[in-house]
């Protein structure tokens, strides 16, 4: 069984999407201790005390695109083989959503509430709030017709980018542009791994 640590409204959602994708369940294959970033939990097993991580027998593995992407080769799901091209692909769509999504909405954070006002610095938000506009952009145009941005196949990307999607409009307001790009985040959010992800994290 897999012991996940970290809080299901952190960045720890994408651990869980990932694995209820992967028909692994909460209870039988895996468990959540819920713990928020810095705590005593979460700096046991990561200095930083950034959450999440994932414990694998005696190992521990740090980062949330790093557990999902572990967790998807093991099981043989949501990604490609190594050395393809498919998976160089896969992987750039995964930069995509870390360096672009994830990071507007992260500094975004940091200057709304998680900086001491001395460290808010004006007019950062606005800009992140720019550059997430401009990431929605350049997705519109590499997803074109595809149903996900692999094609037909729900990978690991799909997960972070729907996850970051769902942060910028319930915490930073930002906005998702009607057409090809809002279609595709609805189609994501209507997969039972994702359904089933969001019951545990309202639970």
Not at 78 to 101: N, Q
Not at 115 to 138: D, I, S
Not at 182 to 193: E, I, L, N, P, V
Request: aromatic share 10%; net charge neutral.
């Amino acid at each position: 069984m897999y012991t996940l640590i970290g809080s299901p409204q952190t960045r720890a959602f994408r651990v869980i999407w990932c694995l209820e994708e992967l028909g692994l369940e909460q209870g039988k294959d895996y468990e959540i201790v819920p713990d928020a970033p810095g705590g005593d939990g979460i700096k046991n097993v990561n200095p930083s005390g950034k959450v999440p991580a994932l414990v694998v027998g005696d190992d521990v593995i740090i980062d949330s695109v790093a557990i999902c992407q572990f967790l998807a080769d093991k099981h043989g799901g949501l990604t490609f083989p190594v050395g393809s091209i498919e998976r160089a692909k896969m992987d750039s769509f995964i930069h995509l959503a870390v360096d672009e999504f994830d990071h507007a909405c992260w500094v975004w954070a940091k200057h709304d509430w998680i900086y001491p006002e001395g460290l808010k610095a004006e007019n950062v938000k606005p800009a992140c709030a720019l550059e997430f506009k401009k990431a929605m952009q350049h997705l519109e145009v590499r997803l074109g017709e595809n149903k996900y941005v692999m094609g037909d196949t729900f990978t690991i990307p799909d997960i972070l980018l729907g996850q970051c999607a769902g942060w910028a409009e319930r915490m930073c307001k930002f906005e998702i542009p009607d057409g090809k790009v809002a279609d595709y985040f609805k189609r994501t959010a209507r997969r039972k791994g994702f359904v089933k992800a969001m019951r545990i994290r309202n639970a």
